[in-house]
């Protein structure tokens, strides 16, 4: 057993530097593959002594007391997740120190500790049966309230199963001891010379009434007189052992078990769980650092190098450094998902990187440099740039990781890999131009034009430069698909006054803006009469448009002009998607 | 007076004077606020690209202020006519609407259509008055010349949004009138900012913008005026980052129209947030009329 334990420890022990190895070696940023691993290793322990010996240190302490110990972050959230994580936590954090670690803790600091004395032996189970309650709730969040965009993977239900499976494991062994007959008398033997059958009878018979040892020869009730000369010779017990009905959750389970007892120990039944509890254990522990337990010590990790870091001023090389970690930070709560600003749009395009919670399980992929898809990385992408950076799931999040930062950087990575992003054509590139010195400066115009040509490449037209083209309508299908909205099928009732294009702040922005823009608002429209879908797609005109309704509000024809080009963005779109989805 | 407060995606992550001012004036006035902390994005960048995904944004928010009985108030532009759009489209579209709420169900949400989308200088104008909030101005501005931006979203397309006349628009006008301060005339003043164009061509945006910024300044504007975190930002923000690159004879600050209000108000300038603005609005105090430097302009 002890080789086992040092085993479990050696792997925990190694997983944890393995871990840690990680965070130094991996890279997100784009400016920092270039820095090397002793630099970034220099970097952090510079960064965390300097912290350490200034005023920062209160704003750890107090980050340490209501982030960490406290999870006010999470309590602001939702106060039955914060309940039950707390119920969780609490109750395992104690357990693990009462409890499993007893011999070095809790007898250092009560001389008198006794696993079966009160208060320990009611604390015991008090705190199993917190954990319990934490975990019941968590399964009735998970799998019965319906939380909208709340996604549970295998590492969630891992952390559910191991955690339950070592808390009702000890339950089931503190049962099942408690009606060992066997165990009985081997504790008589250690510590009891009795010699006298009628006295071990008597003390017997006072157990089998009132500790719920089940003998399977004798049964109560029994005579006073037996029973007086029993708890007589108990005195000598009572010192280690109180009355089990303390240890609750063990108590009702000996009482369940009790018909069966006999049996149970006949099989040898305690000292089987004590295997299975123990080694649950330990199985638990050496697995950690590769689970969502691991989060026990990056999260409050992360909650305080993102309260003492600041921003722009930290150095680049612990930016990086923070950044991986974080993603080990990550718990898979769920609680970005539920109030990132456009994780609804998850419902009408099934891209499950759309949510935070699952953009990072994808980041963890990258930066642990797995070979991924093409299709992969162009979920990733868009469910990346699918992003208003309102800022949200950074501030929400329990664990204190600064999301919205990781995603500008994944952004400019996954940009520069040169797949097409149609979603850069569009205002939530806002934030992206507001922080240009901040990205790939020299990129940065190449993703806007890498999705305009993909989206050109597919309109044969746009490539003849003389088109002559039959007057009969071409695509029948496409006029049709233009009814999203109610405005948009008004294109039939274009007369070509060119009211629109003569309004087109845009168009007045060139001298020469056919040259420019493609065809202008006007002829659009007509190629949308005459269902000419690769003209109508293929205009820079459509991507130029500023949707001010200019041309719209001025239409004396009633045309939906910017709805229209709302539209034809769309199809435009949804026409290469299809012409390269394999 | 009760409005579900609808802050948007901007506002919060780099224009928090904008609702710190917004709550400030209102307080004063007596509009009380309600905060839906599940509201998400109005679906305004996501029409470009998918239409669903827009409106289905849009009327999850609706169907939120829809169950607390409220009606929204939205401090953007483009928020506001997006909710609008989105409003008009499935009021409709019965199928459009069916097949919204069959995805909104699923998290026990139901459009139906019943709550009112109005813009805050909607609900200034309208449901406060410039009569109420004319009380409440302790400080007129003397001599200050505003060019007020009205915002593309919020006039356009008027069949949608039925905010005020789309050619010849007054509320705003006349919202920053009852401060003291002077709406002047200027040739573009209902041409968009060119904020939705920033970070997919930045050429082009920089261009309108500074067609305005110029044409302001050449009508004599002392500052720009706006209610719209899009164009806010494009004439702070934007203004100065394409001031940093060396090439500008056209400085011209703006300001939010609650920070403009809230200042003649007397409302303190912290809760108003100038100091939060990139291009600074020193001197703007001094066109108050207690100042003597104000009251000599006057002579």
Known sequence: MLIITYFALAVFGLGVAYKVSTWFRYYIDINTGEISLSTRIFAAIKGMISTLFSMKIFTLLKVFILDVLLQVRTLREDFLRWFMHICIYVGFMLLLLMHALDKSITSELFPDYFSTINPFMFLRDLFGVLVILGLLIAVYRRFFLRIPRLMTNSADNYAIIIVAVIIFSGIILEGTKITSHSKFQQMVEDYYQLDDQEELKSLEAYWITNYGVISPDLKGPFKANILALGEELNEGCVECHSRPKWAFAGYGFAKIISPVAPVLDKFNAPVLLWYIHFLVCLLGLAYLPFSKMFHIFSSPLSLLTNAAMDGEKSDPANIATRQIMELDACTHCGTCNSRCSVAVAYEAIPNMNILPSEKISSVKKLAAGKILSYKELRDIQEGIYLCTNCNRCTVVCPVGINLQDLWFNVREVLLKKGYPEFFALSPLSFYRGLRKKDGAQKDYQKPLGLARSAIVSKCELMGIPDKSLPLAPTDGKFQNNLGLSVQANTFSACFGCETCTTACPVVANYENPKEVLGLLPHQIMHAAGLGIQDLAFGSNMLWDCLTCYQCQERCPQGVGITDILYELKNLAVKNVKDKTSV | ?299
């Not at chain 2, 690209?49 to 939205?74: C, G, H, P, Q, Y």
């Not at chain 2, 953007?76 to 199928?95: T, Y």
């Not at chain 2, 949004?161 to 006349?174: G, R, W, Y």
């Open chain 2, 1 to 299: 007076m009760k409005f579900a407060l609808f802050i948007g995606c901007n506002i919060p992550a780099r224009l928090e004077q904008y609702e710190s001012s917004a709550r400030a004036i209102l307080n004063k006035l007596g509009v009380k606020l309600a905060d839906i902390k599940e509201f998400n994005c109005c679906g305004y960048p996501l029409q470009n690209i998918d239409f669903k995904a827009f409106v289905l944004a849009s009327a999850r928010n609706l169907a939120l202020a829809e169950k607390r009985n409220l009606n929204v108030m939205a401090l953007c532009k483009c928020c506001f006519g997006s909710l609008k759009k989105a409003d008009f489209l499935m009021k409709e579209n019965a199928s459009l609407k069916k097949e919204i709420n069959a995805i909104l169900e699923k998290e026990g949400l139901k459009y139906e259509g019943n709550a009112e989308i109005k813009h805050l200088l909607y609900v200034l104008y309208h449901d406060v008055s410039v009569l109420h909030i004319e009380k409440k101005v302790i400080r007129p501005f003397i001599d200050l010349n505003i060019a007020t931006h009205y915002g593309c979203h919020v006039l356009r397309p008027s069949k949608v949004v039925q905010f005020d006349n789309p050619v010849s628009p007054s509320i705003f006008d006349k919202l920053v009138e009852v401060t003291g301060a002077n709406s002047i005339d200027w040739p573009t003043k209902l041409e968009c900012c060119g904020a939705p164009l920033w970070g997919v061509n930045d050429d082009l945006s920089r261009d309108l913008t500074e067609k305005k910024l110029r044409d302001g300044k050449k009508s004599g504007a002392d500052y720009l005026c706006t209610a719209c975190p899009y164009c806010q930002i494009q004439f702070d923000t934007v203004q100065s980052m394409i001031a940093a690159k060396g090439d500008d004879n056209f400085q011209l600050p703006s300001l939010l129209y609650p920070q403009l209000l809230g200042l003649s108000m007397g409302i303190d300038k912290k809760s108003l947030g100038l100091q939060m603005n990139r291009l600074s609005l020193g001197g703007i105090e001094d066109f108050f009329g207690s100042d003597g430097k104000a009251d000599l302009k006057e002579f």
